[in-house]
């Protein structure tokens, strides 16, 4: 997630996630990152890393809790069906 972008070099700054591996696992950081790198980087089976052109702007907790808040709701959504077709049943 770029939070800073600068046009005349094509570096970004913001958190990066997934992407340095080391002996204790991998670790998100914060820091500078190049987008020619990123279009350059060779990945298995012919993949690259695009820019996404509809990506709409979204704050840091929503990038890192993304999957949670809509499983939560996704949960909550279920139990009501469930105390439903309980009551129903009766």
Same mark, same amino acid.
């Given at each position: 997630?770029?939070? &800073?972008? +600068? ?10 996630? +997934? !992407?340095?591996?080391?002996? +204790? ?9 190049? @987008? ?10 012919? !993949? #690259? @890393?695009? =820019?996404? @052109? ?9 990038? !890192? ?9 996704? @949960?909550?959504? !279920? ?5 439903? #077709?309980? &009551?129903?049943? =009766?």
């Amino acid at each position: 997630m770029a939070s &800073e972008y +600068n046009p005349e070099n094509n570096i970004c700054f913001g958190y990066v996630q +997934n !992407l340095v591996p080391s002996e +204790n696992g991998i670790f998100d950081e914060w820091g500078y990152f190049s @987008i020619d790198e990123l279009e350059n980087l060779e990945l298995p089976f012919g !993949l #690259s @890393i695009e =820019r996404d @052109i509809h990506f709409n702007e979204k704050t840091f907790k929503e990038v !890192l809790n993304p999957k949670h808040q809509k499983r939560d709701f996704e @949960i909550e959504k !279920l139990k009501d069906n469930k105390k439903l #077709s309980e &009551e129903l049943e =009766r």
